[in-house]
Each structure stands twice: as structure tokens, then as C-alpha cells.
């Protein structure tokens, strides 16, 4: 929210009032004295005017995690463990996850309390590729990357998905990028041609690799390069 919509919808401050605070500059957001109305405030932000806290902020909080197999991508489930039940953290009602996998599927998994980082994460115009392992019950045939890259109608969205990237790096095994998240988007792809996907593994979300050091289950907070990535 902009700076100014912050502090007047506060009940102590009109709009003049905002105005003169922000042109005297006893306005300051994160310790930096602020002008500019548009100046974005958020849930994190620290605000003051002059030296009255009027909002303490909290900390942003980024995780990745290595999902393994058989846990839902789900703030909670009645009957499986999910995968904030990995996370030893504080707070825990307050994060979520940044494009979900199927129970099955493996590999990196973002987490965290920041809804505006993980939707520039996860909306397609952001046109993020998303890199999967794949593996088949069936042989892939070398039809399926020009399949892939003109997109595949899917009928329940009346929707013709992105062009995807296919790799071949065996006869069942393959690398592919997609920039969308549809429902099972991977599995229904492969499905167009009647292949199974016994495997399914994340390895990337944009820059946004897996780290190698973390086993299945494990996870670590991201780093400040990391976060700005995205
Ligand atoms: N596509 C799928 O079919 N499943 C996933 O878990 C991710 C992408």
C-alpha cells in the first residue's frame, strides 16, 4: 500500500495532515525518511513518524525445501503429513507455499509469509520456466517436443498451454520447462500421448535452483541474493 493510503486511513491523520508530515519528512519507513507518497508500504515495513512506532513490521521469512515423495503441498491435511510439518520454525500458520506438487512428485518447493514475492513467483505473465524431472512408464518419442512446444489444448480450461522446452536426456527420461502451474500440468502433458509419469521431480523455478546439499525432507532459508532473484 502506498505510504500516504497508510497513514490516512489511520484514525489520527486526514489527508493534509499526511501531506505536510511526509513534505516536513518526519516520515520514515525501515529508518529512511520518506517524501514520496507513493512510497510502498508493507505488512514487513517498520513505519514511524517521528520517533512513534505507528507499525513494528516483521520479518519476511523464505524457505526452500526438498519435498520427498508422499507428503501433501498443504498448510494441513487430515490424513498425510505435509510439508510444513518438516519445518521447524515459529509461527508457522503465517507461511505458505509458492506452487504446489502432487503428493508424489519430489524436489524444490518455496515457502513463505510473503504473498507478493510468491505471487510474481508463481502468476504466469511472469513467465517463470519451472524445470522438472520427468520419468515414463512408456518410451518418449521424439514427437513429443514439437507437441510440447506448440502447446497441448487442455478441455476442462478450454486452454491451449505455453510452449514448453523438452529435453531428452534418455528414452524414458526427459528435462522440461514450463512458464505455467496448471492442475497436474506435467502429468496431463504426457498424458496427450498416453504415458504414464512414474516420476516427477522439481529441479527449478527460475533462477531458483534446488540445492544439492538437501536431502529429501530437508530445507534451508534463502539467501538475500536469492530472494532479489525473484
Ligand atoms: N505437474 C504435475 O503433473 N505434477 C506436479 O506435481 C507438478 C507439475
Known sequence: MRVDRF???LPRFNRKQ?????????????GVAVSDPHHEVREFSRVSVDDEVLQAGKPARYFMLHKPRGCVSATSDPQHPTVLDLLDEP?????????????NTTGLMLITNDGQWSRRLTQPQTKLPKVYLVETEQAIGPEYATTFAEGIYFAF????THPAELELLGPRTARLSIIEGRY??????????????????????GSLVLDATLAPGQYRALTDDEIRQV
Not at 18 to 30: G, H, K, Q, S, W
Open 184 to 205: 497436474h500440468q506435467v502429468k496431463r502433458m504426457f498424458g496427450h500421448f498416453d504415458n504414464k509419469v512414474i516420476g516427477l521431480h522439481r529441479e527449478r523455478m
Open 18 to 30: 499526511v501531506r505536510l508530515l511526509l513534505v516536513e519528512r518526519r516520515v520514515a519507513v525501515d
Open 91 to 103: 509461527d508457522k500458520g503465517d507461511l505458505h507455499i509458492a506452487g504446489r506438487l502432487d503428493f
Open 7 to 9: 497513514l490516512s486511513n
Open 157 to 160: 480450461e478450454d486452454l491451449t
